[in-house]
T-cell receptor
Framework: GENVEQHPSTLSVQEGDSAVIKCTYS??????FPWYKQELGKGPQLIID?????GEKKDQRIAVTLNKTAKHFSLHITETQPEDSAVYFC???????????FGKGTKLSVKP | DSGVTQTPKHLITATGQRVTLRCSPR?????VYWYQQSLDQGLQFLIQ???????AKGNILERFSAQQFPDLHSELNLSSLELGDSALYFC???????????FGPGTRLLVL
């Protein structure tokens, strides 16, 4: 079955710097890759997603890139702010199945 | 606020007991997914329903069962509870297969 590896497990940056989180997946049939932000005591919040027919997608300070050949995708956050501090999860799924396979998460700390 | 509601927010019970967790999907969403989040296993898919029918099963124990009702709300039943069942249980909903999933705030289950 699908396996998603996520790195790093923790990331600390200064406010205003960029943060990059990387994920690799094993199932070449996976075609949908969402990213979630989870704050303490809350449910995962969908922040951006990308499908396999697209190489890059941007939404303000957040971008995701996908390399299907290498089977990896990355989350880029620019101009980080303290409120970006949270745990970020990547996930993968086959559109035909729908259920998400999650990475282990990255705890991002943005220091003011 | 994702629009997905879950009750109760917290649940404390004893080993051997049975509990029911409830989820109401976003308006118009036909798919409901259940996930378990624990420190050692991360976020794991349990089961999916689409318009009242079971669509996919993940790592769901035989002691656990779920259903989706005609009004599209779903219930996850956990029986013969063990200490290791203590976790966060999330429900997510989407309009259909392979579409973006939106998570509820979760139910924190503590088995003593």
């Amino acid at each position: 079955g699908e396996n998603v590896e996520q790195h790093p497990s923790t990331l600390s940056v200064q406010e205003g710097d960029s943060a990059v989180i990387k994920c690799t997946y094993s199932d070449s049939a996976s075609n949908y890759f969402p990213w979630y932000k989870q704050e303490l005591g809350k449910g995962p919040q969908l922040i951006i997603d990308i499908r396999s027919n697209v190489g890059e997608k941007k939404d303000q300070r957040i971008a995701v890139t996908l390399n299907k050949t290498a089977k990896h995708f990355s989350l880029h956050i620019t101009e980080t702010q303290p409120e970006d501090s949270a745990v970020y999860f990547c996930a993968a799924s086959r559109g035909s199945q729908g259920n998400l396979i999650f990475g282990k998460g990255t705890k991002l700390s943005v220091k003011p | 606020d994702s629009g997905v509601t879950q009750t109760p927010k917290h649940l404390i019970t004893a080993t051997g007991q049975r509990v029911t967790l409830r989820c109401s999907p976003r308006s118009g969403d036909l798919s409901v997914y259940w996930y378990q989040q624990s420190l050692d296993q991360g976020l794991q898919f349990l089961i999916q329903y689409y318009n009242g029918e079971e669509r996919a099963k993940g790592n769901i124990l035989e002691r656990f069962s779920a259903q989706q009702f005609p009004d599209l709300h779903s219930e996850l039943n956990l029986s013969s509870l063990e200490l290791g069942d203590s976790a966060l249980y999330f429900c997510a909903s989407s309009p259909g297969q392979g579409r973006s999933q939106y998570f509820g705030p979760g139910t924190r289950l503590l088995v003593l």
